[in-house]
């Protein structure tokens, strides 16, 4: 009967609390979509497949370019958009502490002298003796422990320490999305570069070849043997070529500029770059369960999925705001106070068994009515949530679709390049042809040089066509998440439960259910 009337009392009191209104229904995950007829070729052609052939965390290492690889390094260690996304993750990491600190109690000391005045029209006078009225007092007051604890009875606080958790994962993910972004701008960056190089070669080559075929309709035109047509057209293709060899010698600088802004340098340090010769892979490896699996190695679907965890547990936090608030608070210490003409003994009086002073306030708070704030808050962590899982379904939808076309543009980007390399091969029996009857004396030197500038514009269009390939695997890597699934267990590690959606979801399974399969 003695617990029966406590028991009572509370829940009077917690009944007379903050309604907490309905919510909407909450916004629902998507599954993810099915890629089995883009898939289908190539797990024909693929026999077995694994997680391990996806990109590792130096995916670029597989193109063979010591030049590639010491840009990767420089870019990771200077570019300043990286070194941004961590202090991100610093600032982040630091307010999960600060929120978990709100689950400890708070200690702390204080001290302090005070010298003050009487009026002698003041309370002080007219409740004591007259000699109170102008006396002149000096106070000190030492708490050796003040001591405050907020009870989490209703999981706001640890909602809170949640929810910071959650986006400082969230800010990992995002670091290692720019992560991804800036390595396979550089790769993009320098396969063009190094196209642009050989192209600038090979104009130049061409450039000298229609100076030759100038050269040579001046002298026929000199000797009687051709009117002044041939020498019009030679110096028109003679000009064309000098301008494609300008804008080619622009292009490569720009790149040269853009790869020096990537990683974080100036313009003088990628002057001497693209000597390489790069590797291009021709095999290709998917997993049998693409989509699923795609959820683990993609640091934007993580991002987005830690967001929504977070604003889940914002909405725990704001439910519990309309619960009562129980604390207490506690003080040790000594306290006296002397009229100045006897400050002397102060020291003497204050640190004296008599003056020791201590106190417990236990404290509770009731939300009874405060305009609608909570209910407003409330309302706006709910559409915070619904707005991350949709954020987080159209990231998703964005992932496929991005694997999807990186799919496709790799198998046209090899299509194309087998086919022209069996138009190269034809060209180049065209010039040999022409060798032979140059030789044989059928045919004059105009017309070799015409077969070898024809063999020269499809090795230009050669290299384009190698770079589009190449960026069209840096895009699949991209897509498939670039080896960010060696990054995942670190950021698991930030969670130590699996906590449940308030509203009844368990956002983790969308996590790691691919561990289930």
Known sequence: MRLFKPVIGCLFLISGCAWIPEGDKPAEFMTAPSMDHALSEFHEKQATASLERWPNERWWQEFGSSELNSLMANGLKDN??????????????????????????????DADVAYERV????????????????????????????????????????AALEASLGEAAADKAE???????????????????????????????????????????ETR?????????????????????????????????????????????????????????????????LPDKLPLELLRHRPDLTSALFRAEAAAQRIKEAKARFLPTIDLTAFAGVNALR??????????????????????????RLPLFEGGRLR?????????????????????????QEVADSLSGWKESLSILEAHGRLMSSQRKNQELAEDRVRAGLDDRRELLDRRHAVLEQEYVLKTLETDHLAARVDLIESLGGGYSKEIEIIQQLIRHKPEHPEGFDLYKWLIFSQKE
């Not at 002080?124 to 002149?136: Q, T, Y």
């Not at 790769?187 to 130049?204: I, M």
């Not at 110096?235 to 974080?264: C, F, H, P, Y």
């Not at 808050?377 to 159209?394: C, G, H, I, P, T």
């Open 175 to 217: 670091m290692a999305d720019t992560l991804l972004r800036l390595t396979t701008a550089i790769a993009r960056s320098y396969f063009r570069g190094v196209a642009l190089r050989h192209q600038l070669d090979l104009a130049t080559e061409m450039v000298k070849l229609r100076q030759d075929l100038l050269d040579i309709s």
């Open 339 to 364: 009229l100045t003409k006897g400050a002397s003994t102060l020291a003497n009086v204050l640190f004296s068994g008599s003056s020791v002073a201590y106190g417990v306030a236990p404290g509770l």
């Open 80 to 109: 300043p958009g990286l070194k941004a996304a961590s202090d991100r993750v610093r600032e982040a990491e630091a307010l999960a502490r600060v929120e978990g600190s709100r689950l400890l109690p708070f200690i702390d000391a």
């Open 221 to 285: 035109l000199r000797l009687g043997l051709d009117s002044v047509d041939p020498v019009k057209e030679s110096s028109i293709n003679l000009e064309q070529a000098r301008k494609r060899e300008a804008l080619t010698r622009d292009q490569l600088d720009l790149q040269r500029n853009l790869l020096a802004k990537l990683i974080g340098k100036g313009p003088d340090s990628t002057q001497h770059l693209f000597l390489d010769k790069v590797n291009i892979p021709r095999d290709l490896a």
């Open 119 to 158: 009026s002698a029209h003041g309370l002080f006078a007219a409740l004591n003796r007259k000699e109170a009225a102008g006396a002149h007092i000096v106070a000190s007051k030492i708490n050796l422990l003040n001591f405050r604890y907020e009870f989490d009875f209703w999981g706001k606080n640890r």
């Open 376 to 400: 407003a808050e409330l309302s706006a962590q709910r559409a915070e949530y619904d707005k991350s899982v949709e954020l987080y379904n159209d990231t998703l939808l964005h992932a496929i």
